[in-house]
């Protein structure tokens, strides 16, 4: 059955529906709504401001759009409800004007602005609802209505009949699981909220098992990776290169360095992860790692998710190993050709020990001659197909992946069950943890002042803002807000610069220069900031609507000061009685504040890893479902070691999945 074949859908809406990953039947059908709402109608001229409703409306008005930069926009109309005109606002929504014609009925689900008479939608639906219907809220992407999507896939489900079950069947029966047919079928069209349970229970058991047996065939093939060679080396040839460092390790360093040494030389591939809070040295636990790779005369490859920590760790790494013969070398996408091609010859034919570089490492043309040693630096921001794609470079390397967001023991266990791990608890000598206090909008002045005495005493300060441009609607402070700000109170006596993700590759790369030169005193920036770059003589980070970042982004921010010697400070602009800004004023301690992350969050990524391309989950939820997941976990281990010797006989869709690992790996 071909998408063409569904009533309604032409070519142009099969190319929109490419937009949001729905490229057949089996995707469309499988494309599940990502939450329900019990639908309870709201009377406007009842509603509180700031009040979550939904309510009925009439359309009074031709929409208005508005853009107000590259990638926003807003949609704003006029609209009847309870004979009470009001103006209703939609963002990013701006495929929906056509449809919004004056006369047309609708349901808006939003906050009211009580002083402004305004409901900022979150959602709009072209038809009347019911109190206590159950709606299914999809993701929408432009061109396609909620109505329009609902419509396609309820025609695909009265002809579909190619449902595969990965729940083995005395695993149903064991837990009075509905079928496969009747799950999708009720996650769609559910008649009450007992439906939606029964959907979500099964279809959440099945996303994880399956994940869960990947993990654990993956851990049951590593016990029979075995490495082609055995690294015969001197522990004493080691300890005379860390004696030449020019700082003493920490405890938990040599303990990392030690568990590495005992994997680098067995006959078992090492497959590590090394978890380590920011700024407490995985880096230099990692060169550690290189060096012994050298020794056996093995080449090693450092994979960086960004050209600004691909080159910052080159410069230093090269520093550091200086005393030493080995060759380090960088490779990025930004290089010219003949720079790239004489650094691919020179790995090709074994004159470089160590190569940094960026995704340009994944390059079919990149060759290495003998490759032992993988290291992923911040190893969350790959997918697993880009980690494999390097690691296949060589004949069974060692991998390394390292990770500056520590996650909760038993999520790592189970997650990353098919590694080893290492933490890295305790910073190096002279590193200060960094004061963190929470000021409101109202305490700027003060702000400043404390800036002013950091760039006194010949020091630079980091500003964080969500926004790029001005937005009165989600009243948000911007970049450029606060350059006008600064420029006003230091009456242009302090040099300022503004960093975005829009900006070209040069301009970033210039601003950080200058920054980095001392050229600059305050860096006013979006989270580009966040991960690989390291200015010594930063001491003081203040962050712009705070509660509007992530926990661990936060953590991450906060990260970029407090890299020397020197008493720091990061401010958080924001609300006192905020939770999680509460948790990163008491403590410094990566891995608490992820155990606090994981407790308080709820619907969303967890420290990111879903982007990776490892947890693109449908339904399942790690923060709400993890009791799932371990049982999952023991169930899929125990399916496995019963099916691995007949190689899933029984089970097809297994073996598929098995041949599709092995190929991979």
Avoid: W
Avoid at 217 to 246: A, G, H, Q, W
Avoid at 614 to 631: C, G, P, R, S, T
């Amino acid at each position: 059955m071909q998408l063409s074949q569904i009533k309604g859908l032409g070519p142009k809406t099969i190319e929109t529906l490419k937009n949001i990953n729905i490229n057949n039947v089996d995707d469309l059908v499988n494309y599940y709504p990502y939450r329900h709402d019990i639908i309870v109608l709201n009377d406007i001229k009842g509603s509180e401001d700031k009040q979550n409703i939904t309510i009925e409306c009439i359309v009074d008005s031709v929409p208005l759009t508005r853009r107000f930069r590259a990638n926003m926009t807003s949609l704003t109309f006029r609209a009847m409800s309870n004979k009470k005109m009001i103006s209703v606002v939609i963002f990013n929504r701006a495929f929906l004007k056509t449809h919004l014609t004056p006369g047309s009925v609708i349901t808006v689900f939003g906050k009211y602005d009580k002083p402004k008479n305004t409901v900022i939608a979150s959602d709009i639906k072209f038809e009347k609802l019911k109190t206590g219907s159950i709606e299914s809220v999809y993701h929408l992407t432009s061109g396609l209505t909620s109505k329009a999507l609902k419509k396609y896939i309820n025609e695909a489900l009265l002809k579909y009949d190619n449902y595969i079950d990965y729940v083995p069947d005395y695993l149903n029966l064991k837990y009075n699981f509905i079928s496969k047919k009747e799950a999708v079928n009720m996650i769609h069209n559910p008649k009450n909220e007992e439906e939606v349970k029964q959907a979500l229970i099964k279809l959440k058991y099945e996303e994880l098992f399956e994940f869960m047996f990947k993990i654990n065939y993956m851990k049951e093939m590593n016990k029979e990776n075995k490495v082609s060679y055995i690294r015969n080396i001197d522990p004493k040839d080691i300890n005379d290169f860390i004696r030449t460092l020019p700082f003493e390790l920490t405890i938990d360093q040599n303990k990392a360095i030690e568990d590495i040494y005992k994997d680098m030389t067995s006959s078992k591939r090492m497959n590590r992860m090394l978890q380590g809070d920011v700024g407490s040295g995985k880096t230099i636990v990692s060169i550690v790692a290189s060096f012994i790779n050298y020794l056996s005369k093995r080449q090693t490859a450092l994979m960086a998710p960004t050209e600004i920590l691909a080159t910052q760790h080159y410069e230093s790494i090269k520093n550091i190993l200086s005393k030493t013969k080995m060759k380090v070398e960088l490779l990025v996408g930004s290089m010219k050709k003949k720079e790239k091609d004489e650094i691919i010859e020179k790995l090709q034919i074994g004159k470089i020990d160590l190569i940094i570089g960026t995704h340009a490492l994944l390059s079919e043309n990149v060759v290495f001659k003998n490759l032992g040693l993988v290291i992923t630096d911040e190893q969350h921001r790959f997918g697993v197909n880009q980690r494999a794609n390097l690691k296949n470079k060589g004949l069974l390397p060692d991998t390394l992946y390292m990770s500056a967001t520590p996650i909760p023991r038993t999520f790592a266990l189970t997650i990353y069950g098919d590694m080893d791990i290492s933490n890295i608890k305790t910073k190096p000598e002279g590193r200060k943890d960094v004061k963190t206090i929470i000021k409101s909008n109202k305490e700027l002045v003060s702000v400043y002042e404390m800036m002013k005495n950091e760039i006194d005493n010949n020091h630079q300060v980091f500003i964080v803002s969500p926004l790029i441009e001005d937005n009165d609607v989600l009243d948000l402070t911007t970049v450029n807000e606060i350059k006008r700000n600064i420029e006003l109170y230091f009456k242009g006596n302090v040099k300022s610069a503004i960093m975005h993700g829009k900006l070209s590759k040069n301009d970033k790369d210039k601003i950080m220069n200058d920054f980095k030169d001392g050229k600059i005193d305050v860096l006013i920036s979006t989270t580009v900031i966040e991960v690989g770059i390291d200015i010594k003589n930063a001491t003081m980070i203040v962050i712009f609507d705070a509660e509007r970042f992530g926990i661990a982004t936060l953590h991450q921010l906060r990260g970029r000061v407090g890299r020397n010697e020197f008493d720091s400070t990061c401010v958080l602009i924001g609300s006192e009685d905020n939770e999680r800004l509460k948790v990163l004023s008491e403590s410094n301690d990566g891995f608490y504040i992820t155990e606090k992350d994981f407790e308080m969050r709820g619907e969303g990524d967890l420290f990111g890893v879903k982007q990776s391309g490892e947890m693109d989950f449908k339904v399942a939820n790690l923060h709400q479902d993890m009791k799932i997941l371990l049982q999952a976990r023991d169930d899929s281990k125990e399916f496995l070691l019963e099916n691995i010797n007949n190689n899933f006989e029984n089970y097809k869709e297994y073996a598929k999945i098995v041949e599709e690992i092995t190929n991979l790996d």
